[in-house]
């Protein structure tokens, strides 16, 4: 089949898209917008991710069961790592999905919230926060199961150079925790690498290793800047790791967020969250940074339930105003009020109910006010 070829302009700049597998999904899958950042001014905008733009919790769900049975894994169960902080909750969703076939699949997630005594670091050169690590799996049963994997994947919603993805990959072959993985599996919504980049990501790698590229969208870009787009990151811009994990870390219960995957866990069948009542009027449930895959269950279950729900999570990242960008709301970040998260698109119809997962609940109530100063004065009274 021959290649979609079509051009977009944003505020950044000009790109030229040239998709050479399911092009045809491309308005389905994706939109455009500009980086508040001069090391990259394009960003490719998910529509099904439920990040930028709300979405409704079934679609995603499809979205996470069509990636993973399109993995072809040599044993009976994984170990997944989702990126964060955008992919933390694709990588679960996937997880989840390939453990209805495995008791021992494990879900993990690369952060940038400061753990005790880090497993691995890396860094990743394009974007403003430039470095993650991983905890160490504290559960004895998520070690044992990833000890024994053939099969590793990585999970990031869209691959443009494959540089900090391949950075991981090496990080974590190297583990001697990791000997007996055989094939790593690299898993996105759109994969933007070419032959050669391929070829580039294949060469960091160990030989002995079978490398499969998963997605469903691929292609190349070409990037034209617009040299008046001169972006400048913001000065409350949040660009280091978050230290408020580490309060009273052993004299405490686990937080959401520390049982959701940031040190590791079995992924069990029963995965649906129990909704916290049947909800009477239309409702976005709102995840914040890598607190993702809790609240994404919770929403799922609620439209199960008949609920008009959608779902949507808040980011550290500052993007421009315009292309699908349509309206920005803030908070301040976690453990540091100075600093500010961002939510992109908020739904004008919907009333918000977010989740911090990080015991800050001031958070989750700055997040919702602000949302529901966009509504309309009537609109809890209709939906009271």
Known sequence: MSARHLSHSIQAGHLELALHENGHRLEELLGFASRLNPRRGYLFVSRVLGKHIPVRPSIMDRIHSELAERLQLLGNNAYVVGMAETAVGLGAGVAR?????????????????????????????????????????????????????????????????????????????????????????????????????QKDFLSQLPERIDVRFVQLMAGQFSFTPNPDYAPQLPEDVDTSFCDVLLTDYLDRDRLPHEQDGLFGKIIRTSSLEPALSVITRPTVIVGMGEYLDQPFRMALSLEQRGGDVLFQSSTRSPIALGDCIESRIEHAAPGATDKRHYLYNATKVHAPMAFDGVGCPELAEELEASFQALHSPSFFEEHA
């Open 97 to 197: 999905h390939l453990g209805q076939n495995s008791e021992h699949t494990v879900f993990h997630h690369t952060t940038r919230f400061l753990v005790p005594d880090p497993w691995i670091r890396i860094r990743e050169a394009h974007s403003h926060a430039d470095t993650m690590h991983m905890a160490k799996l504290d559960e004895e049963e998520a070690r044992l199961a990833m000890q024994s994997t053939q099969d590793l994947v990585l999970v990031d919603d869209e691959i443009s150079t494959g540089l900090t993805l391949a950075r991981l990959a090496q990080s974590l072959l190297e583990q001697p925790e990791m000997t007996s993985v055989k094939r790593l599996h690299i898993v996105s919504i759109v994969s933007w690498l070419s032959e050669q980049g």
